[in-house]
């Protein structure tokens, strides 16, 4: 077997190389990959060095994500890419593991993904963890909304003083970003078309805002793609209706990244919001240990469980909930084993633990499963952030 080296690009034509095997990969040749480079940072993209050659690589962003507590460290994985004539090698899993090794040596208990292929990120550790849902409704169907409350334009790469909306919600959700700046700058400076800001309330008390983009539809139409939204009050929510109503004469339909229980679905009078998309975003849990004791709970409990992990080792924990914060002890074995497919499932609350056992990710008592699944059941995990 020949040497695999995975390290950052070192220089221009390293960076351009992987362009191009991202470009192949993702069959996105108008995508603005040196864009993306350079918001992911050069210093966060991988590659791997096969023969003195570029085969493959990716990117991470390192953020982090809202789980009831202090946002948690996470490597966002992005870009994961080989080169054609290198693919059914192994070339993916190499550069990565080493990545994810990378990322939990630096303290990332976490790691998120969209993926392109589900049985390959499965069988490295990751498993579905939430729905990313694109909904499309037609401008005609949405309520008239009220026009009462102040309704000003502001540029959204310019002005972040509503960030603090957005980061207020994320606190109330699981599974939203805590957004750093390369994430809002994708919301304020789209790979495609023009951000257009407005904001719901006064510039002192603020109590809602979206951002959108125009996507060119056939004589003169056009729908509009929401790349944020919050609202904090029904008001907030009448005057946004107010707005996208406003826009029917030439707008078709209105096209936003939610979650089954969206509050822009539940808002409109009929079901006429209808799935376009539908995603599951992927979670992988690096480190059991810091995972569990950063997470923040809605219930109490005891569990204990072995957790089994081909990667980076099984360990054996008693996980302890009071008061909405968990105590980790590391035992010497459990009644209960499951895969680190299932704890990431269990973990975002996304699935039951009987399903988990029907997938045959867990061995042991069903009361044992059942404890640690009552410790993660809490709400809908929301990543309303395309990576």
């Avoid at 202090?70 to 899993?93: D, K, N, S, Y």
């Avoid at 400076?189 to 979206?210: H, I, L, N, Q, W």
């Avoid at 107010?242 to 539940?266: E, H, I, K, M």
Wanted: hydrophobic fraction near 45%.
């Amino acid at each position: 077997m020949t040497d695999r080296i995975v390290r950052a690009p070192i220089d221009e034509a390293e960076r351009v190389r992987l362009e191009q095997i991202l470009i192949e990969s993702f069959g996105a040749d108008d995508l603005a990959w040196t864009t993306w480079m350079e918001r992911i940072g050069h210093e966060n993209l991988r590659v791997v060095v096969e023969n003195g050659a570029i085969r493959g690589g990716c990117g991470f962003y390192p953020f982090a994500q809202h789980w009831g507590g202090p946002p948690i460290p996470m490597a966002g994985f992005a870009g994961v890419g080989v080169a054609p004539e290198a693919r059914g090698t192994g070339l993916a899993r190499t550069f990565l593991v080493a990545t994810m090794r990378e990322a939990r040596e630096r303290g990332m208990p976490l790691a998120g993904l969209y993926a392109s292929s589900a049985a390959v990120y499965r069988s490295l550790g990751f498993e579905q963890a939430g729905a990313t849902i694109r909904w499309s409704a037609p401008i005609a169907s949405l309520p008239p909304g009220d026009a009462g409350l102040a309704c000003d334009a502001f540029d959204p790469d310019v002005d972040t003083s509503l960030r603090v909306l957005y980061e207020a919600r994320a606190r109330s959700w699981s599974g939203h970003l805590d957004r750093h700046e390369p994430m809002w700058q994708r919301i304020a400076r789209p790979y495609k078309g023009v951000a257009r800001g407005y904001r719901f309330g006064s510039a002192d008390a603020p109590e809602g805002y979206v951002v959108y983009t125009h996507d060119a539809g056939e004589n003169l139409h056009f729908s509009v793609v929401l790349k944020d939204v919050v609202l904090t009050t029904p008001r907030a929510a009448q005057r946004l209706f107010a707005l996208l109503s406003g826009l029917r004469s030439l707008a078709t339909d209105v096209r936003w990244l939610g979650c089954a229980s969206d509050p822009l679905v539940s808002l409109l009078p009929e079901q006429t919001a209808k799935p376009i998309e539908h995603s599951r975003w992927m979670l992988r849990i690096l480190d059991p240990v810091r995972a569990l004791s950063m997470r923040g709970y809605a219930r109490e409990g005891e569990a204990r469980v072995r957790v089994r992990d081909s990667i980076f080792g099984d360990v054996a924990l008693r996980v302890l909930v009071r008061g909405g914060r968990a105590q980790i002890e590391r035992i010497e074995d459990a009644p209960l084993v499951i895969d680190t497919r299932a704890l990431a499932a269990l973990y975002a609350g996304v699935t039951q633990p009987s399903t988990l056992a029907l997938m045959g990710l867990t061995e042991g008592p069903a009361s044992e499963l059942e404890a640690l699944g009552h410790l993660f059941a809490d709400r809908e995990p929301w990543l309303c952030d395309w990576f």
